[in-house]
Protein backbone atom coordinates (compact mmCIF):
# COMPACT_ATOMS: atom_id res chain seq x y z
CA UNK A 1 0.00 0.00 0.00
CA UNK A 2 1.05 3.73 -0.84
CA UNK A 3 -0.30 7.03 0.85
CA UNK A 4 -1.48 9.81 -1.48
CA UNK A 5 -2.08 12.94 -0.39
CA UNK A 6 -5.08 15.25 -1.97
CA UNK A 7 -5.26 18.90 -0.85
CA UNK A 8 -8.60 20.43 -1.21
CA UNK A 9 -9.03 24.44 -2.47
CA UNK A 10 -9.85 25.20 0.79
CA UNK A 11 -6.62 23.37 2.54
CA UNK A 12 -8.62 19.86 3.72
CA UNK A 13 -6.66 17.36 3.24
CA UNK A 14 -7.50 13.61 2.49
CA UNK A 15 -4.86 10.82 2.69
CA UNK A 16 -5.77 7.48 1.07
CA UNK A 17 -4.17 4.20 1.63
CA UNK A 18 -4.14 2.46 -1.94
CA UNK A 19 -2.61 -0.14 -3.88
CA UNK A 20 -0.11 1.16 -6.55
CA UNK A 21 -2.37 0.03 -9.19
CA UNK A 22 -4.83 1.59 -11.88
CA UNK A 23 -4.90 5.82 -11.86
CA UNK A 24 -4.71 8.26 -9.19
CA UNK A 25 -8.32 9.02 -10.48
CA UNK A 26 -9.84 5.45 -9.77
CA UNK A 27 -8.17 5.25 -6.42
CA UNK A 28 -9.55 9.22 -5.79
CA UNK A 29 -13.22 8.03 -6.88
CA UNK A 30 -13.37 4.63 -5.45
CA UNK A 31 -12.83 6.65 -1.84
CA UNK A 32 -15.47 9.43 -2.47
CA UNK A 33 -12.96 12.17 -3.01
CA UNK A 34 -14.63 15.23 -3.44
CA UNK A 35 -12.73 17.62 -6.02
CA UNK A 36 -12.44 14.84 -8.46
CA UNK A 37 -15.44 14.45 -10.93
CA UNK A 38 -13.66 12.09 -13.44
CA UNK A 39 -17.16 12.65 -16.04
CA UNK A 40 -15.93 10.62 -18.58
CA UNK A 41 -14.67 7.28 -16.75
CA UNK A 42 -10.73 8.06 -17.41
CA UNK A 43 -11.21 8.03 -21.63
CA UNK A 44 -9.41 11.67 -21.44
CA UNK A 45 -12.26 13.40 -23.02
CA UNK A 46 -12.99 14.91 -19.95
CA UNK A 47 -10.60 17.33 -17.71
CA UNK A 48 -12.81 17.36 -14.65
CA UNK A 49 -9.87 15.26 -12.94
CA UNK A 50 -8.08 18.06 -13.00
CA UNK A 51 -4.85 18.04 -10.07
CA UNK A 52 -1.63 20.28 -9.75
CA UNK A 53 1.19 17.62 -8.30
CA UNK A 54 3.28 18.73 -5.79
CA UNK A 55 7.08 18.04 -6.31
CA UNK A 56 9.18 16.22 -5.86
CA UNK A 57 6.48 13.96 -7.59
CA UNK A 58 5.86 15.74 -10.64
CA UNK A 59 9.09 15.91 -11.52
CA UNK A 60 8.87 12.00 -11.48
CA UNK A 61 6.29 11.20 -13.82
CA UNK A 62 6.11 10.41 -16.88
CA UNK A 63 5.77 13.47 -19.19
CA UNK A 64 1.99 13.95 -20.66
CA UNK A 65 1.19 12.63 -23.84
CA UNK A 66 -0.04 14.92 -26.35
CA UNK A 67 -3.81 13.48 -25.94
CA UNK A 68 -3.61 14.64 -22.10
CA UNK A 69 -1.39 17.88 -22.82
CA UNK A 70 -4.28 18.38 -25.59
CA UNK A 71 -7.27 17.96 -22.43
CA UNK A 72 -5.60 19.72 -20.59
CA UNK A 73 -6.59 23.01 -22.29
CA UNK A 74 -9.63 22.17 -21.60
CA UNK A 75 -9.64 22.45 -17.62
CA UNK A 76 -11.86 24.69 -15.80
CA UNK A 77 -9.38 26.23 -13.22
CA UNK A 78 -6.49 27.94 -14.73
CA UNK A 79 -3.90 25.39 -15.79
CA UNK A 80 -0.06 25.23 -14.26
CA UNK A 81 3.08 23.62 -15.36
CA UNK A 82 2.30 21.42 -12.75
CA UNK A 83 -0.79 20.49 -13.91
CA UNK A 84 -2.02 16.70 -14.74
CA UNK A 85 -5.41 14.55 -15.52
CA UNK A 86 -5.02 12.69 -12.74
CA UNK A 87 -6.64 9.27 -14.76
CA UNK A 88 -3.64 9.17 -16.24
CA UNK A 89 -1.25 9.45 -12.80
CA UNK A 90 -0.44 5.43 -12.72
CA UNK A 91 -0.11 5.11 -9.38
CA UNK A 92 3.19 2.92 -8.48
CA UNK A 93 5.39 2.06 -5.64
CA UNK A 94 7.75 4.82 -6.17
CA UNK A 95 4.49 7.49 -6.04
CA UNK A 96 4.67 6.45 -1.90
CA UNK A 97 3.87 10.09 -0.31
CA UNK A 98 2.17 11.45 -3.62
CA UNK A 99 0.47 15.04 -2.90
CA UNK A 100 -1.51 16.88 -5.30
CA UNK A 101 -3.55 20.32 -5.14
CA UNK A 102 -7.35 19.98 -6.23
CA UNK A 103 -8.38 23.05 -8.32
CA UNK A 104 -11.39 25.19 -6.67
CA UNK A 105 -13.32 23.49 -9.58
CA UNK A 106 -13.81 21.01 -12.16
CA UNK A 107 -16.42 22.90 -13.93
S1 LIG B 1 -11.42 11.28 -16.04
FE1 LIG B 1 -11.95 12.36 -17.85
S2 LIG B 1 -10.05 13.15 -18.56
FE2 LIG B 1 -9.55 12.14 -16.69
Do not use: W
Not at 38 to 44: Q, Y
Not at 74 to 79: D, E, G, H, K, W
Not at 84 to 98: E, H, K, N, P, T
Amino acid sequence: MIKVHLVAADGAETTLDVKPTGSLMEAAVAKNVEGIAADCGGLLTCATCHVYVREPFAGRLPPPSGDELGMLEFTAAPQRPNSRLSCQIALAADLDGLTVDLPATQY
